[in-house]
Every structure is written in C-alpha cells, then in structure tokens.
C-alpha cells in the first residue's frame, strides 16, 4: 500500500493534478459567487429541501434572478439538472459537518464550487496531460504546454471557480474521451467496461448541460471506427444509463423526457436558426476581431484548432474525430442567436477548449527540429499572455454584458484591488499546494533512493 501511494503522489499526474485544483480554488472569488448563485440554489434545494426546485431558501444571496421560469407554480432553472447534482454531492457532507449556506454563504459556496466543478476540471487535465503522453505519444514538454494552454491559458481559468454547467461538462467528455482513448490504446484486448464507461460519461455530459450535444454525437459515434459489435453495444448501454437521470427529470418535471428545461421553458435563444447575417457577425465574435474573440482570451489554445489538422498519420483516427466535434459544435454557435448573455470571453466554446491540446502539442511538434525553441518561446509568450487575461476573469469576475467590448481593459485595474477577503479559499489553497508540493518531492525522492 505504501508503494502505491509514493507512486501515485510521485506521479506527473498527481503534480498537474495538484496544481491546477489548488489554482481553481484559489481564484475562486466572491464576484462569481455573487453573480452565479443560480448554480448554489440547486444543491441547496436538493440537499436542503430534496426537490430540484429553486426559490425555497431564505438566505439572501440564493433568491433567483435569472435563467429560471415558473411551471405549474413551481420555479424551476432553466438548465441542465446535472449541474446542480454535481455541486449537492459535496454540500451534502458539507452540511452534515455544519458548512451550510445560512452560516456562511461565500465559504460554503466556494467549497462547493472546489469539491465540483474545480475537482472535475482538475481531474480532467490531469489525464489530459497523461492522455497526450501515454496515448498519443507526444513528448514531455510538448504535453505539459499544451496541458496549459486549455487549463491555465485559457477561459477555463476564468470559469473553473464556478459551479457552472459548461465547465463540468466539458470536463466529463473529457473524461470520456479519455476512457475511449484508454480503450484503445489496448490494442485488440478491448474491454467491454471502458467502452460501457465512455458512453455512461458522453450520457452524463447531456445530463448536464445541452450545449455539446453535438460534440457527445460524434466522440459517441466514432466507435463505428472499431467495427465490433460489442464495442458499441457496450457504448450504447453505457450511454442510456448515464442520460437515464435526464429523462427521468425531464419526464417528471416537464412531462415528457423528450422536452429539456430550455424548451420548457420557451428559451428559444439557442434554438438553432441560421442565416449569412448571423453567420458572419458570429464568425467574427468568436474567431474574429469581435469581444468575445478565442484569439484574445486564449491565443495559445486557437492555434490548437489549426494544429487539429496537422496530427500525425498515426493519429488520424483522433484528427477525423477531434475535427468533425469541433467543427458540428461551432457549426451549431453560429445558427444560434445568443452569444452567452453576460460572459467573460466565448463562454460556450468552454466544452470545446480541452479538445484543442493535441493540436497545440501537434503544432509544437510540427517538423521537428526546424525552429523548435522559437516555437516554446513563443508558446511561453503565449501562456503567459492567456493566463493574464484569465486571470483577471477569475479573480475579478466573469458576468461580464458588453460582449462587444474586450474586458481586459475595464477589469483589469481589480487586480490592482485584490484581497483574500474576494478570495474565500486562497490561504487554505497556499497552504495545500505547499503541502501537495512537499508530498510530491518526498515520494519521487523516497522512490530514487529505494531503486539506488
């Protein structure tokens, strides 16, 4: 038991784990605690008062506001359930040791949105980094920058402090990009529980949020490339048992399982209606010269989007299936009406952030050995460019209106004005990371000297 723990906490894993969980917690801030209360009053209503209903609690600061609408007398969020369920799992320990939203709003809120959203993020980068090792064979330094460049230098940051659904959401397919990847890379010993794995997860990421639906069609579809039927069966079984919770929901609020809250709730903003006007306005707001440009919240990251296409022939599988998500999803952004409301940057390319390393470490590997330090310093330049400006949406706030206008500029000056009082969890994160730090060195060092 001894030797397995020095290896895990002497792991790369562990290290990128460690880093970036205690990063979210510590950018964890009370602007977006305030601002985003709609993702506390699920957990509270779930665990407090057992229902998915919102409204019910007296504490000032989980009165709705917004994004929710009334049903047959009942106020309900219109969101993805998932979301909420993810943030009651840890409130409900948190309660039963007296860390309640009446005692103390903003330090119950941060924990929850840590033991959540920030884990799961967390965990996804992790074996984001592990993924491009172990799996796709890119080098140490190439993994690690790329690992960075969607997880440090990019609006993940910004919104990884938040109980949000897009976050989770785009760390669960992740995760079930991982299990497919996993299950892969085993060669012809397939097994049937990764495959069963990654489709529960694809089911999961509907579960809790709509908006990449289309990207959870085409990882979900891309088993047709193993051409076993087990496999997809497998696949397929997983799937309906992790977007069981859904339809339930669905069915039990809304009356039929077929009707999601959006629709429920007349929230046709991001019903799909495309036409040239929108395409090209909406072209230029995320990949353009418009506010909410990827290019200006996270520069490193969009290059992967071009480096996608410049994946070895040994990746091709992965390139034909990283495209064609990443395509279909901005597809669907452009036919739609809303851009995200307030946000900090292209809020909902969140879920498809994290799909863009292997581009960013394809580009760095790109003709190796023709420019290769121009290229890391550059990407250096890049990182510290992008976490800047994530930054400053994390600790400052991400509920952001004028989408037309680069935040940078009018946030920016609060840094200048930060505190550990806007950061509930920042001192408990310093000294964790001292602590994940020491742990680490003692069990790389231990594990040295047992093999000397």
């Not at 309660?95 to 929850?112: H, I, Q």
Request: charged share 10%; net charge positive.
């Amino acid at each position: 038991m001894m030797t397995r723990l020095r290896a895990l906490f002497g792991s790369r894993a562990f290290a990128v784990f460690a880093f970036f969980w205690t990063l979210f917690g510590a950018t964890t801030c009370a602007h977006n605690l305030r601002g985003y209360n709609l993702q506390q009053m699920g957990p509270d209503a779930l665990v407090r008062h057992h229902t998915f209903t919102v409204g019910h609690s007296a504490v000032p600061e989980l009165r709705p506001s917004g994004d929710v609408f009334i049903l047959n007398g009942q106020k309900l969020a219109a969101k993805q359930p998932g979301q909420f369920v993810w943030g009651a799992i840890p409130y409900w320990f948190l309660s039963r040791v007296g860390v309640r939203y009446e005692r103390d709003y903003y330090l119950t809120s941060a924990l929850v949105t840590w033991l959540s959203a920030g884990l799961l993020a967390a965990l996804a980068l992790a074996l984001l980094d592990r993924m491009l090792r172990r799996f796709w064979g890119f080098s140490d330094v190439s993994s690690l920058v790329a690992t960075l460049a969607v997880g440090a230098a990019s609006t993940v940051l910004a919104y990884a402090g938040i109980a949000h659904h897009d976050v989770l959401a785009g760390a669960l397919l992740l995760l079930a990009l991982y299990t497919q990847e996993a299950d892969w890379a085993r060669g012809g010993e397939r097994s049937p529980w990764l495959r069963a794995a990654t489709g529960a997860l694809l089911g999961l990421v509907v579960f809790t949020s709509m908006l990449p639906a289309l990207m959870v069609a085409v990882i979900g579809l891309s088993v047709l490339w193993s051409r076993s039927w087990k496999a997809m069966l497998s696949e397929a079984g997983g799937f309906l048992l992790g977007i069981a919770p859904l339809l339930v929901f669905n069915a039990w609020y809304f009356g039929s399982p077929w009707v999601p809250a959006n629709v429920a709730g007349h929230y046709s903003d991001t019903f799909a209606s495309p036409s040239w006007e929108r395409l090209r306005h909406h072209l230029n707001m995320y990949l353009g010269n418009g506010g909410i440009s990827l290019w200006k919240f996270a520069p490193a990251a969009a290059l992967g989007a071009v480096g996608i296409f410049l994946l070895p022939k040994r990746l091709r599988r992965l390139r034909w299936t990283l495209g064609i998500a990443l395509l279909a999803h901005v597809g669907y952004l452009l036919s739609i009406e809303t851009l995200g409301t307030s946000s900090y940057g292209p809020r909902y390319l969140l879920p498809a952030i994290l799909l863009l390393a292997p581009g960013v470490a394809a580009l760095l590997e790109w003709r190796a050995g023709q420019g290769a330090s121009g290229r890391l310093l550059l990407a250096g330049g890049l990182l510290g460019y992008g976490f800047l400006v994530n930054l400053v949406g994390a600790v400052a706030g991400s509920m952001y209106s004028d989408l037309d206008v680069f935040p940078l500029w009018q946030l920016g000056p609060r840094l200048g004005q930060w505190s550990s009082n806007e950061a509930p969890l920042a001192w408990a994160m310093a000294v964790l990371a001292v602590c994940a730090l020491a742990l680490h060195v003692w069990a790389r060092r231990t594990a040295v000297e047992e093999q000397a």
